[in-house]
């Protein structure tokens, strides 16, 4: 192999890794952080935030698959610095929807799996866990990653 095939080599092997470390997320979906409400804040008034812009996380709860939608109930989990993917921790400050006229196969979006969203606010929707009622964030979202399981 000659040094010129070597340079080309570790030049895109470089490119992929660095490109790799990006995230599944673009600088301008990664700027809506710098201007969104804390989700406490969301949680306590929701109302007050229909239409506004949104990128959360945390784990699947739940997919209801209905004729014109999907539904996805998820467990809000703080989102790490770099990649935005939801943490393994305790700390919740609720649970949401996320809405999309995507299909999300249950078979893959199953509960426990950890995903980001981004999307806008667009309504609440009243629910029950359990028997307590219950105020859903309801997020149309834009964007979708579930993250792959690490073993």
């Known amino acids: 192999m000659g040094v010129k095939s070597l340079q080309f080599f570790i030049l895109l092997f470089f ?3 660095t490109f790799s470390l990006a995230g599944p997320f673009t600088k301008e979906e990664k700027l809506i952080l710098k201007t969104e ?3 406490s804040a969301i949680m306590a008034h929701p109302e007050a935030y229909i239409g506004t812009r949104l990128f959360v996380g945390g784990v699947i709860a ?5 004729p014109d939608r999907s539904l996805m109930e998820v467990i809000h989990k703080p989102l790490s610095k ?5 943490l393994t921790t ?3 400050y ?3 929807l996320v809405s999309t ?3 999300l196969d249950p078979s893959i979006y199953t509960k426990g ?3 980001t969203v981004i999307g806008r606010l667009s309504r609440v929707q009243p629910g029950i866990i359990g028997k307590r009622p219950y105020k859903y964030p309801v997020i149309s979202a834009s964007h979708i990653h579930l993250w792959a399981d690490i073993y």
Request: no cysteine.
């Open 62 to 66: 739940q997919v209801q698959n209905l």
């Open 90 to 92: 305790d700390l919740s």
């Open 101 to 103: 006229r995507k299909f």
């Open 15 to 17: 490119s992929t890794a």
């Open 113 to 115: 799996k950890s995903v």
């Open 82 to 86: 770099s990649f935005k993917v939801p």
């Open 94 to 96: 609720g649970r949401f």
């Open 37 to 39: 409400p804390p989700f």
